[in-house]
């Protein structure tokens, strides 16, 4: 798999959509594949929503959106490769309204909705957004695209989501970045802790821009204003698209606004660091992340993200630690959990940070930094924080940790993702990632959540102001033979003001559920999606 697409809720139904390849663990013969949940934590796969069948989609049926327009109707918005390879822009709707779910998706009749333009390379021309609508009940919707290198999104305008006409104005482009792919445009509030709907525009809202580029795999966004009379958007600051949701292994992501609680929520595709033949021999290859919430950050420069509460049920046994110091050196082992499947809270006091080690601003690289001063190399405030999917003598272990500098009377928390020692395979890809944290030691505890899920490594530094995801391969940490460390390799000692650490239950993913299949299973899917059943020999019936 990989791209997440088209999530929505409808219905007391979480949807999931998702680039998928059914004959094989590499990326071809692409459709939509859909996963129904409850609860965004336990999913129910279901058949493929969309797949290739018609001229316009013969080659492929690639990344989209799904919209909910008024009267509560769901629609889909996707990339179809057509017969003669383009990229063009389809629909598709649900079938039948009243089954929450939505089984079953139609073509609409006049796909293709967009063809490329004349000035548009027909290759560069995919992954319609979220559309939105405006005060003038004109919808809007972009797409990503790329002229003479440059990454741009489209902008496109329908009244009947049927009938689109480009706009003379493009919502936003940047010089010789390469293609956008998989660009999303919504509201946040500047003032709030609830997430908007897509279409809400107020004057405490900002919008986020996000782009994927594939040049480098990585996930940019900015924040800025939106005029929806004119279509304009200025960025606040132009970062120059150096704002990432994630500065490890998080691409093509997609956010949805979850009306049940009042959040925007994000998901992205998490690809393997291993080759494809390796993928082949496992039979496998990508995953999606864990859910998360985005909101504004207090400071109004950049969006936090965290895991979805609901995560947390599958929380089991629990340790805590208080009030420990660990001296300049150590090393201190959290006993008790399930090391290779677990959820780490985990924040530091720092005594004084008036001994800092200088940094020039001129080398001020927090991916350079972060290699070159990997979780081995002493330091005066740090490295220290995680070992994670640690073997018994230290042999495989992937760190994530901090390091304070002091630079121009400012002082810098950097937050890396050592994978230099993650596994004794030396043919997957082991680059170690960072980024800086937007806090200030003297004044706030340095905090981490690390979610460890045997191959996987999503880490959130500074309440979320900084996520890093790793993908590791670990030979001898693995199952019950993985440890979990707290260290210090700094020469000034920190203290852990509280450590809480859970093994993870496993969540719950059932096989593909089909009308005709009078399992058992089928009680249990009905239930946990609110419906109510009755049996009658081995048939479960959804009234």
């Not at 889909?76 to 003669?84: A, N, P, V």
């Not at 004794?424 to 200030?440: C, H, I, P, Q, W």
């Amino acid at each position: 798999m990989n791209d997440p697409i088209g999530p929505l809720y409808y219905k007391g139904v979480y949807h999931l959509f998702y680039q998928y390849n059914p004959f094989g663990a590499v990326w071809a013969n692409l459709v939509w594949a859909h996963s129904v949940s409850y609860d965004l934590v336990n999913w129910v796969h279901l058949d493929h929503a969309i797949y290739p069948k018609e001229p316009f989609d013969i080659n492929g049926c690639w990344s989209g959106s799904a919209t909910i327009l008024l009267g509560d109707k769901p629609a889909i918005l996707y990339t179809g490769i057509d017969i003669k390879n383009r990229q063009v822009q389809n629909l598709a709707v649900p079938k039948n309204l009243s089954d929450p779910l939505l089984r079953e998706w139609v073509k609409s009749p006049h796909n293709p909705l967009m063809t490329p333009p004349d000035d548009i390379d027909p290759t560069l021309f995919r992954d319609p957004s979220t559309a939105w609508q405006g005060p003038d009940n004109i919808w809007r919707v972009i797409i990503g695209s790329e002229i003479n290198g440059d990454g741009m999104a489209i902008l496109y305008r329908s009244k009947d989501f049927v009938n689109w006409t480009r706009s003379q104005n493009l919502l936003h482009s940047s010089n010789k970045t390469g293609i956008w792919e998989c660009p999303d445009f919504y509201p946040v509030s500047i003032n709030g802790e609830s997430g908007l709907d897509t279409s809400v525009q107020t004057r405490f809202t900002k919008h986020v821009f996000k782009a994927s580029f594939l040049s480098n795999h990585h996930d940019y966004y900015i924040m800025g204003n939106y005029e929806p009379k004119t279509d304009r958007y200025s960025v606040d600051m132009d970062s120059g698209l150096q704002l990432r949701y994630d500065y490890g292994k998080f691409y093509a992501s997609k956010t949805f606004f979850d009306s049940a609680k009042k959040r925007r929520i994000l998901w992205a595709w998490i690809n393997e660091s291993a080759s494809e033949s390796d993928d082949i021999k496992k039979g496998w290859s990508g995953l999606q992340s864990i859910p998360r919430s985005v909101l504004v950050g207090k400071s109004g420069k950049q969006l936090v993200q965290w895991p979805i509460k609901e995560i947390e049920k599958l929380r089991a046994k629990q340790v805590n630690i208080h009030d420990k110091e660990l001296e300049g050196g150590s090393v201190l082992e959290v006993l008790g959990i399930t090391a290779s499947q677990a959820d780490v809270e985990v924040s530091f006091d720092l005594p004084t940070v008036k001994e800092a080690e200088l940094l020039d601003p001129n080398l001020a690289d927090p991916q350079l930094l972060c290699s070159q001063k990997s979780a081995y190399k002493e330091g005066i405030i740090g490295p220290f924080g995680l070992l994670v999917l640690t073997s018994m003598e230290f042999k495989e272990q992937t760190a994530i940790f901090f390091r304070i500098y002091k630079s121009l009377g400012k002082y810098l928390v950097l937050l890396c993702s050592d994978q230099s020692r993650s596994s004794l395979r030396a043919e997957v890809d082991k680059s170690t990632y960072g980024a800086f944290v937007d806090v200030d030691p003297r004044h706030e505890k340095i905090s981490l959540r690390t979610l460890i899920d045997h191959s996987i490594v999503e880490s959130f530094g500074g309440e979320g102001r900084t996520c890093i995801t790793a993908r590791v391969y670990p030979t001898l940490a693995i199952g019950k033979e993985a440890h979990l460390y707290v260290f210090n390799n700094g020469t000034q000692g920190v203290k852990i003001s509280r450590l809480s650490a859970w093994s993870m239950k496993e969540a719950q993913i059932v096989p593909i559920l089909k009308e005709e299949r009078p399992q058992p299973i089928k009680k249990l899917i009905f239930e946990d999606l609110g419906l109510k059943v009755e049996q009658a020999g081995n048939c479960y019936i959804s009234l």
